[in-house]
Each structure stands twice: as structure tokens, then as C-alpha cells.
């Protein structure tokens, strides 16, 4: 069975200063991908980015980018100039044969202004 | 597109009632799934579906029951209410594809309480 795990249950940075938050995986399958989710304490469940295991480049998507480290199976989420709305929960998930998602348990971000 | 709806968005059951829980989308998608969300934890999944027709066990089955019998919607039925299953529900859609374009889209969750 596919294992993820986030090691920070909780992390703080000053507004405009760059966070990383960690994520590894146990997996034996050789093609994977990570999703990265964002959760607001309204509740709904936000993507934010994706990398798949033979991405050449690491994955970008505005203040969002990935850490991809193959031989650790990591996959780390890095979040430049923080804003206060990016406090929130933060998910790294990984898709089953079947589409089939596992989450971690998270890492709650606090922005501090 | 509304994409992925759930109803309703609260719900409180006494312990042995039973309830449908809805989910519906609008993109498509061959794939629909049910987690569960318990406090400070990721989500857990329930059961899912390929398709129309097709459903399997997720890590956390017992106790729901689902069925497919369009590609629109998928429902979730608690069979007999247990406290235990006092959670937040959530309904997710996704195109059968690998890499990004299997981003799952989720719905905006329900919130049961089972006294």
C-alpha cells in the first residue's frame, strides 16, 4: 500500500518570506505522480500544483513550485512570498492505479503578518 | 459548469438512522469517489467509481454503500448512523487519465454529526 507522510503538522513564516513544506512517499510503483491541495478553514479543497514522476523539470505554477527529489521520493512544496491567505491546511496526495487519491495527514501553514 | 455539488452541506443523525448523502457533477467524468475527513487528518477514501456500473472499496468502506447508475451522479448511504461516523464528507470527480489531467475536483463537503 502507497504511504504519505507530512512531518510538519504545523509550520509559521512571515508574511513575504519564502516556506517550504515536506512531503515523502513510500511507493514501489515506478511511474507516480503528487498532487498538492490547499484547504482554507472554510473547508473546500483547492489544487494547487502536480508533479509527475518523469517530469524532467520541477513543476510551477505561479508562487508555487516543487522540489522533486526522485531518489528520496520527496516532493516538497515551496510557497514564495507568503501572503496571509495562504494560511491554511496543506495536503500532498498521491493517485492509485485506480485514480485512487492518498493523502497525508497535512501541515497546517500559519502567515504571520 | 457547477462542477461538483454535494447536499446537503450539514446534516445531524441519531445513532441507527439511515441517510443518502448526494453528490452530482457536471464535467463528464468517468471517475467519482467519497472521502472522509476526521479532525486534523487527511481525507480517506470510502469508495469510488470507474464508471457507470462500476464501484469498488476504498480504505474505509464499512458501514457505506454506494452505487452508480449514471456518470452524473453518485450517492452515499449510511446504512445505520454510528457517532464513529461523524466526519466531513467529500465527493470528488476526475477525468481516467494519468498525470495532471487526473486532478480530482472536489465537491464543497458535508458536515455529519451522528449523536
Known amino acids: 500500500a502507497q504511504k504519505i507522510t507530512q512531518t510538519q503538522p504545523g509550520m509559521f513564516v512571515q508574511e513575504k518570506e519564502a516556506v517550504t513544506l515536506d512531503c515523502t512517499y513510500d511507493t514501489s510503483d515506478q511511474s507516480y505522480g503528487l498532487f498538492w491541495y490547499k484547504q482554507p478553514s472554510s473547508g473546500e479543497m483547492i489544487f494547487l500544483i502536480y508533479q509527475g514522476s518523469y517530469d524532467e523539470q520541477n513543476a510551477t505554477e505561479g508562487r508555487y513550485s516543487l522540489n522533486f527529489q526522485k531518489a528520496r521520493k520527496s516532493t516538497n512544496l515551496v510557497i514564495s512570498a507568503s501572503q496571509l491567505g495562504d494560511s491554511a491546511m496543506y495536503f500532498c496526495a498521491n493517485p492509485g492505479s485506480a485514480r485512487q487519491l492518498t493523502f497525508g495527514s497535512g501541515t497546517q501553514l500559519t502567515v504571520l503578518p | 459548469n457547477a462542477g461538483v455539488t454535494q447536499t446537503p452541506k450539514f446534516q445531524v443523525l441519531k445513532t441507527g438512522q439511515s441517510m443518502t448523502l448526494q453528490c452530482a457533477q457536471d464535467m463528464n467524468h468517468e471517475y467519482m469517489s467519497w472521502y472522509r475527513q476526521d479532525p486534523g487528518m487527511g481525507l480517506r477514501l470510502i469508495h469510488y467509481?470507474?464508471?457507470?456500473?462500476?464501484?469498488d472499496q476504498g480504505e474505509v468502506p464499512n458501514g457505506y454503500n454506494v452505487s452508480r447508475s449514471t456518470t452524473e451522479d453518485f450517492p452515499l448511504r449510511l446504512l445505520s448512523a454510528a457517532p464513529s461516523q461523524t466526519s466531513v464528507y467529500f465527493c470528488?470527480?476526475?477525468?481516467?487519465?494519468?498525470?495532471?489531467?487526473?486532478?480530482?475536483?472536489f465537491g464543497p463537503g458535508t458536515r455529519l454529526t451522528v449523536l
Open positions: 470528488a470527480s476526475s477525468r481516467l487519465r494519468g498525470g495532471r489531467s487526473g486532478e480530482q475536483f
Open positions: 467509481s470507474v464508471g457507470a456500473g462500476i464501484t
